[in-house]
């Protein structure tokens, strides 16, 4: 069975910091893709960030260039993405998501995880 589970959402002080990991089974993750996506209350699901199959070429929406990094270790089928200088507009559902297509940012994936929820607020 296919599975992505995120965990490591909390409410967190805007200036926090909180790392999100995705643990991944039931499917080659080496191989794969990776991304993240988070959806607002009340919004449409929205493109954080993306990395490639090995690690070595990431990509990051505007909104979080720069305070966030995502990463992985394909031995442990994990991805990760470290979240710095939190602001409140960050408070979403975050959910990560498997392509093998190439295509990060099109929020059409072949795998998807629960979500896990962040909050900033003071």
């Known amino acids: 069975e296919v599975q992505l589970v995120e965990s490591g959402g909390c409410l967190v002080q805007p200036g926090g910091s909180l790392r999100l990991s995705c643990a991944a089974s039931?499917?080659?993750?080496?191989?794969?893709?990776m991304v993240w996506v988070r959806q607002a209350r009340g919004k449409g699901p929205a493109w954080v960030s993306g990395?490639?199959?090995?690690?070595?070429?990431?990509y990051y929406a505007d909104s979080v260039s720069g305070r966030f990094t995502i990463s992985r270790d394909n031995a442990k089928n994990t991805l990760y993405l470290q979240m710095n200088s939190l602001k409140p507009e960050d408070t979403a559902v975050y959910y990560c998501?498997?392509?093998?297509?190439?295509?990060?940012?099109?929020?059409?994936?072949?795998?998807w995880g629960q979500g896990t929820q962040v909050t900033v607020s003071s």
């Open positions: 039931g499917f080659t993750f080496g191989t794969s893709d």
């Open positions: 990395i490639n199959s090995d690690g070595t070429s990431t």
């Open positions: 998501a498997a392509t093998f297509n190439g295509r990060l940012r099109q929020l059409v994936y072949d795998y």
